[in-house]
Nanobody, 112 residues
Framework: VQLQASGGGLVQAGGSLRLSCVVSGIIFSGNTMDWYRQAPGKEREWVAT???????TYADSVKGRFTITRDNAKSSVYLQMNSLKPEDGAVYYC???????WGQGTQVTVSS
């Protein structure tokens, strides 16, 4: 399984970013996909999930600001992040739920 996350960067508070993750080595359409994040000195934190049936769920901390979507034709999962806050700054990872596989992630930094 290979995971290639991208789209991170530096943004001001209140701004937006769209993260992408291309997945290979699995039957993407048959897998629930998760986004996690990890800030320096903190444990990895679940952010959002999208099921094979396209049903999303969100952590309370991002609900109403983040949107998870998927494109099975492109074996990709996305995370649209709006109204970003400094506390959203972290390395963001995508992962297929049934596999214990983590890519390199993508760094998101939010300046106040």
């Amino acid at each position: 399984v290979q995971l290639q996350a991208s789209g991170g960067g530096l943004v001001q508070a209140g701004g937006s970013l769209r993260l992408s993750c291309v997945v290979s080595g699995i039957i993407f359409s048959g897998n629930t996909m998760d986004w996690y994040r990890q800030a320096p000195g903190k444990e990895r934190e679940w952010v959002a999930t999208i099921t094979q049936m396209d049903i999303p769920t969100y952590a309370d901390s991002v609900k109403g600001r983040f949107t998870i979507t998927r494109d099975n034709a492109k074996s990709s999962v996305y995370l649209q992040m709006n109204s970003l806050k400094p506390e959203d700054g972290a390395v963001y990872y995508c992962t297929p739920r049934r596999y214990n596989v983590w890519g390199q992630g993508t760094q998101v930094t939010v300046s106040s």
